[in-house]
């Protein structure tokens, strides 16, 4: 996913919310609403920090 790419953008609602998607277009993540910029900025960084160590788990 190298070439993946956040998209931030704002809901009918007026919140932001960003979409994770992979190099080929395709939605990996879509976020929940959040009201500021600020916090949504915030979110993708928590992505980009946790995701690398997550641990898979089949249910």
């Known amino acids: 996913m190298a070439n993946g790419k956040f998209e931030v953008y ?3 609602s007026g919140e932001y919310r960003f979409k994770l998607k992979a190099s080929n277009g395709e939605v990996i993540v879509s976020s929940e609403g ?10 993708i960084e ?3 920090k946790n995701a690398p160590n997550a641990t898979i788990v089949e249910l």
């Open 10 to 12: 704002t809901d009918k």
């Open 34 to 43: 959040y009201s500021s910029k600020k916090s949504c900025m915030n979110g």
């Open 46 to 48: 928590s992505v980009k």
